[in-house]
């Protein structure tokens, strides 16, 4: 199965942007439906923008919707999130995922059951 690794997290001011990365390997990036999820400490793991193999499903969370875009490079195995207009409360963990996608519906956060490690995200006022 694929294998994830994120990048491109930090400290960023409020209203500010960042890019997050997440590069696959281990097996076909376009077999696999793709997400970016995140998780504050005592809460609940969101689902924040997850994306079909060919990039025609997206979807998004409506706390970021309008404000992060997700996108995704088959070519170089790699997964994208923009993120604009930075909020303190978007501070948390930003977890890279993946299911398999061949008859499964990518839309939405269900069912994704391979992580990446993690890339800690800091909004500060």
């Not at 439906?33 to 689902?47: H, I, N, S, V, Y």
């Not at 969370?61 to 930075?86: C, E, H, P, Q, W």
Request: glycine share 12%.
């Amino acid at each position: 199965q694929v294998q994830l690794v994120e990048s491109g997290g930090g400290s960023v001011q409020a209203g500010g942007s960042l890019r997050l990365s997440c590069v696959t390997s281990g097996d076909t990036q376009s077999s696999y439906c793709l997400g970016w999820f995140r998780q504050d400490p005592g809460k609940e793991r969101e689902a924040v923008a997850t994306i079909s193999p060919m990039s025609t499903e997206i979807y998004y969370s409506d706390s970021v919707n309008g404000r992060f875009t997700i996108s995704r490079d088959n070519a170089k195995n790699t997964l994208y999130l923009r993120m604009n207009s930075l909020r303190p409360e978007d501070t948390a963990l930003f977890y890279c995922a993946a299911k398999r996608a061949p008859g499964r519906v990518c839309y939405g956060g269900y069912g994704y059951n391979i992580w990446g490690q993690g890339t800690q995200v800091t909004v500060f006022s």
